[in-house]
Antibody, heavy 118, light 110 residues
Framework: EVHLLESGGGLVQPGGSLRLSCAASGFTFSSYAMSWVRQAPGKGLEWVSIISANGGSTYYADSVKGRFTISRDNSKNTLYLQMNTLRADDTAVYYC???????????WGQGTLVTVSS | QSALTQPASVSGSPGQSITISCTGTSSDIGGYNYVSWYQQHPGKAPKLILYNVSDRPSGVSNRFSGSKSGNTASLTISGLQAEDEADYYCTSYSGSSTRVFGGGTKLTVL
Protein backbone atom coordinates (compact mmCIF):
# COMPACT_ATOMS: atom_id res chain seq x y z
CA GLU A 1 0.00 0.00 0.00
CA VAL A 2 1.30 3.42 -0.97
CA HIS A 3 2.00 5.63 2.02
CA LEU A 4 3.18 9.23 1.89
CA LEU A 5 3.87 11.26 5.02
CA GLU A 6 4.61 14.96 4.77
CA SER A 7 6.38 16.90 7.49
CA GLY A 8 8.11 20.22 8.05
CA GLY A 9 5.17 22.59 7.90
CA GLY A 10 4.60 25.33 10.42
CA LEU A 11 4.45 29.06 10.98
CA VAL A 12 7.07 31.20 9.25
CA GLN A 13 7.46 34.95 8.78
CA PRO A 14 7.22 36.57 5.35
CA GLY A 15 10.57 36.34 3.62
CA GLY A 16 11.52 33.25 5.58
CA SER A 17 12.37 29.72 4.49
CA LEU A 18 11.04 26.25 5.19
CA ARG A 19 11.88 22.76 3.96
CA LEU A 20 9.15 20.19 3.58
CA SER A 21 9.82 16.45 3.51
CA CYS A 22 7.72 13.56 2.26
CA ALA A 23 8.60 10.05 3.40
CA ALA A 24 7.41 7.40 0.95
CA SER A 25 6.77 3.70 1.43
CA GLY A 26 4.85 0.85 -0.16
CA PHE A 27 6.27 1.28 -3.67
CA THR A 28 9.59 1.53 -5.48
CA PHE A 29 10.18 5.23 -4.87
CA SER A 30 13.05 5.55 -7.34
CA SER A 31 10.82 4.43 -10.24
CA TYR A 32 8.23 7.19 -10.02
CA ALA A 33 8.01 10.89 -10.69
CA MET A 34 6.65 12.85 -7.75
CA SER A 35 4.69 16.06 -7.32
CA TRP A 36 3.91 18.79 -4.82
CA VAL A 37 0.42 20.32 -4.91
CA ARG A 38 -0.91 22.94 -2.50
CA GLN A 39 -4.29 24.09 -1.31
CA ALA A 40 -4.83 27.44 0.36
CA PRO A 41 -7.39 27.43 3.21
CA GLY A 42 -10.87 27.09 1.74
CA LYS A 43 -9.51 27.27 -1.82
CA GLY A 44 -8.81 24.94 -4.70
CA LEU A 45 -5.82 22.84 -5.64
CA GLU A 46 -2.74 24.44 -7.20
CA TRP A 47 0.00 22.46 -8.92
CA VAL A 48 3.43 23.45 -7.55
CA SER A 49 6.21 21.24 -8.87
CA ILE A 50 7.22 17.91 -10.42
CA ILE A 51 10.46 15.94 -10.26
CA SER A 52 11.38 13.00 -12.46
CA ALA A 53 12.11 9.57 -11.07
CA ASN A 54 15.89 10.02 -11.11
CA GLY A 55 15.71 13.67 -10.05
CA GLY A 56 17.29 14.88 -13.25
CA SER A 57 14.32 16.94 -14.41
CA THR A 58 12.30 19.44 -12.39
CA TYR A 59 9.40 21.72 -13.29
CA TYR A 60 7.68 24.54 -11.42
CA ALA A 61 4.56 26.65 -11.49
CA ASP A 62 5.24 30.27 -12.41
CA SER A 63 4.04 31.33 -8.95
CA VAL A 64 6.94 29.56 -7.21
CA LYS A 65 9.66 29.50 -9.87
CA GLY A 66 12.93 30.88 -8.54
CA ARG A 67 11.80 30.60 -4.91
CA PHE A 68 11.03 26.88 -4.46
CA THR A 69 13.28 23.90 -5.19
CA ILE A 70 12.08 20.32 -5.45
CA SER A 71 14.52 17.48 -4.83
CA ARG A 72 14.61 13.85 -3.82
CA ASP A 73 16.86 11.33 -2.12
CA ASN A 74 16.09 7.93 -3.62
CA SER A 75 18.36 6.22 -1.06
CA LYS A 76 16.09 7.55 1.70
CA ASN A 77 12.77 7.29 -0.19
CA THR A 78 12.18 10.94 0.56
CA LEU A 79 10.93 13.91 -1.44
CA TYR A 80 11.72 17.51 -0.47
CA LEU A 81 10.48 21.00 -1.18
CA GLN A 82 12.78 23.87 -0.20
CA MET A 83 10.74 27.04 0.03
CA ASN A 84 12.50 30.41 0.18
CA THR A 85 11.32 34.02 0.21
CA LEU A 86 7.94 32.93 1.46
CA ARG A 87 4.93 35.18 1.02
CA ALA A 88 1.52 35.31 2.65
CA ASP A 89 -0.06 33.80 -0.46
CA ASP A 90 2.11 30.69 -0.04
CA THR A 91 -0.02 29.81 3.00
CA ALA A 92 -1.55 26.42 2.22
CA VAL A 93 -1.65 22.73 2.93
CA TYR A 94 1.14 21.18 0.89
CA TYR A 95 0.55 17.68 -0.44
CA CYS A 96 3.13 15.36 -1.91
CA UNK A 97 1.95 12.81 -4.45
CA UNK A 98 3.20 9.76 -6.32
CA UNK A 99 2.66 10.30 -10.02
CA UNK A 100 0.90 8.17 -12.58
CA UNK A 101 3.08 8.56 -15.60
CA UNK A 102 5.16 11.71 -15.78
CA UNK A 103 2.90 14.41 -14.38
CA UNK A 104 -0.36 13.14 -12.91
CA UNK A 105 -0.58 13.03 -9.10
CA UNK A 106 -2.10 9.64 -8.31
CA UNK A 107 -1.67 8.86 -4.62
CA TRP A 108 -1.55 11.74 -2.15
CA GLY A 109 -0.31 12.18 1.38
CA GLN A 110 -2.41 13.85 4.05
CA GLY A 111 -0.60 17.16 3.70
CA THR A 112 1.32 19.56 5.92
CA LEU A 113 0.16 23.09 6.70
CA VAL A 114 2.44 26.03 5.98
CA THR A 115 1.39 29.39 7.39
CA VAL A 116 3.25 32.53 6.34
CA SER A 117 2.43 35.35 8.71
CA SER A 118 4.10 37.95 10.89
CA GLN B 1 -0.88 28.66 -16.23
CA SER B 2 -4.42 30.03 -15.76
CA ALA B 3 -6.78 27.85 -13.78
CA LEU B 4 -9.41 25.80 -15.58
CA THR B 5 -13.01 26.98 -15.13
CA GLN B 6 -15.51 24.87 -13.19
CA PRO B 7 -18.93 25.77 -11.80
CA ALA B 8 -18.71 26.64 -8.12
CA SER B 9 -21.49 24.26 -7.17
CA VAL B 10 -23.88 21.65 -8.49
CA SER B 11 -26.55 19.62 -6.78
CA GLY B 12 -28.73 16.60 -7.39
CA SER B 13 -31.01 14.16 -5.65
CA PRO B 14 -30.10 10.56 -4.83
CA GLY B 15 -30.37 8.37 -7.90
CA GLN B 16 -30.11 11.24 -10.34
CA SER B 17 -27.18 12.05 -12.65
CA ILE B 18 -25.17 15.24 -12.61
CA THR B 19 -22.48 16.64 -14.88
CA ILE B 20 -19.63 18.95 -13.93
CA SER B 21 -17.90 20.89 -16.69
CA CYS B 22 -14.28 21.98 -16.87
CA THR B 23 -13.28 24.56 -19.46
CA GLY B 24 -9.76 25.37 -20.53
CA THR B 25 -7.97 26.36 -23.69
CA SER B 26 -6.26 24.79 -26.67
CA SER B 27 -3.04 24.88 -24.63
CA ASP B 28 -4.34 22.47 -22.04
CA ILE B 29 -7.64 20.57 -22.33
CA GLY B 30 -7.99 21.11 -26.05
CA GLY B 31 -4.42 20.13 -26.81
CA TYR B 32 -4.16 16.83 -24.97
CA ASN B 33 -6.28 13.88 -23.89
CA TYR B 34 -4.82 14.15 -20.41
CA VAL B 35 -7.74 15.41 -18.35
CA SER B 36 -8.18 13.92 -14.91
CA TRP B 37 -10.64 14.34 -12.06
CA TYR B 38 -10.31 14.17 -8.28
CA GLN B 39 -12.82 13.79 -5.49
CA GLN B 40 -12.03 15.47 -2.18
CA HIS B 41 -14.04 15.04 1.00
CA PRO B 42 -13.67 17.67 3.75
CA GLY B 43 -10.37 17.41 5.57
CA LYS B 44 -9.16 14.61 3.33
CA ALA B 45 -6.61 14.31 0.56
CA PRO B 46 -7.85 14.28 -3.03
CA LYS B 47 -8.63 10.90 -4.60
CA LEU B 48 -8.09 10.26 -8.31
CA ILE B 49 -11.33 9.08 -9.93
CA LEU B 50 -10.68 9.55 -13.67
CA TYR B 51 -7.60 9.99 -15.84
CA ASN B 52 -6.89 10.30 -19.58
CA VAL B 53 -10.38 11.84 -19.94
CA SER B 54 -12.36 8.69 -19.24
CA ASP B 55 -10.22 5.96 -17.68
CA ARG B 56 -11.04 4.85 -14.14
CA PRO B 57 -8.39 3.72 -11.66
CA SER B 58 -8.92 0.30 -10.16
CA GLY B 59 -11.60 0.35 -7.49
CA VAL B 60 -13.41 3.48 -8.69
CA SER B 61 -17.11 3.02 -9.30
CA ASN B 62 -18.34 2.89 -12.90
CA ARG B 63 -20.90 5.52 -11.88
CA PHE B 64 -18.13 8.01 -12.63
CA SER B 65 -17.52 8.73 -16.30
CA GLY B 66 -15.73 11.40 -18.30
CA SER B 67 -15.73 12.98 -21.72
CA LYS B 68 -14.14 15.84 -23.62
CA SER B 69 -15.15 18.06 -26.50
CA GLY B 70 -12.84 20.76 -27.72
CA ASN B 71 -11.61 22.81 -24.78
CA THR B 72 -14.20 21.47 -22.33
CA ALA B 73 -14.14 18.26 -20.31
CA SER B 74 -16.99 16.84 -18.31
CA LEU B 75 -17.43 14.53 -15.34
CA THR B 76 -20.73 12.70 -15.04
CA ILE B 77 -21.84 10.94 -11.88
CA SER B 78 -24.81 8.65 -12.33
CA GLY B 79 -27.00 7.13 -9.64
CA LEU B 80 -26.03 9.83 -7.13
CA GLN B 81 -25.36 8.61 -3.61
CA ALA B 82 -24.98 10.53 -0.37
CA GLU B 83 -21.30 9.56 -0.23
CA ASP B 84 -20.70 11.38 -3.51
CA GLU B 85 -21.13 14.72 -1.73
CA ALA B 86 -17.66 16.25 -1.99
CA ASP B 87 -15.54 18.73 -3.90
CA TYR B 88 -14.47 17.76 -7.40
CA TYR B 89 -11.44 19.08 -9.24
CA CYS B 90 -10.37 18.71 -12.84
CA THR B 91 -6.79 18.93 -14.00
CA SER B 92 -5.15 18.91 -17.40
CA TYR B 93 -1.67 18.51 -18.74
CA SER B 94 -0.60 21.91 -20.05
CA GLY B 95 2.66 21.19 -21.83
CA SER B 96 6.31 21.17 -20.76
CA SER B 97 5.56 18.77 -17.90
CA THR B 98 3.25 21.24 -16.18
CA ARG B 99 -0.30 20.85 -14.94
CA VAL B 100 -3.22 23.16 -14.30
CA PHE B 101 -6.17 22.57 -11.98
CA GLY B 102 -9.73 23.79 -12.03
CA GLY B 103 -11.13 25.91 -9.24
CA GLY B 104 -13.24 23.06 -7.90
CA THR B 105 -16.94 22.26 -7.77
CA LYS B 106 -18.90 21.53 -4.61
CA LEU B 107 -21.41 18.74 -5.16
CA THR B 108 -24.40 18.69 -2.84
CA VAL B 109 -26.62 15.63 -2.70
CA LEU B 110 -30.06 16.88 -1.74
Amino acid sequence: EVHLLESGGGLVQPGGSLRLSCAASGFTFSSYAMSWVRQAPGKGLEWVSIISANGGSTYYADSVKGRFTISRDNSKNTLYLQMNTLRADDTAVYYCAKNHGTTLPEYWGQGTLVTVSS
Amino acid sequence: QSALTQPASVSGSPGQSITISCTGTSSDIGGYNYVSWYQQHPGKAPKLILYNVSDRPSGVSNRFSGSKSGNTASLTISGLQAEDEADYYCTSYSGSSTRVFGGGTKLTVL
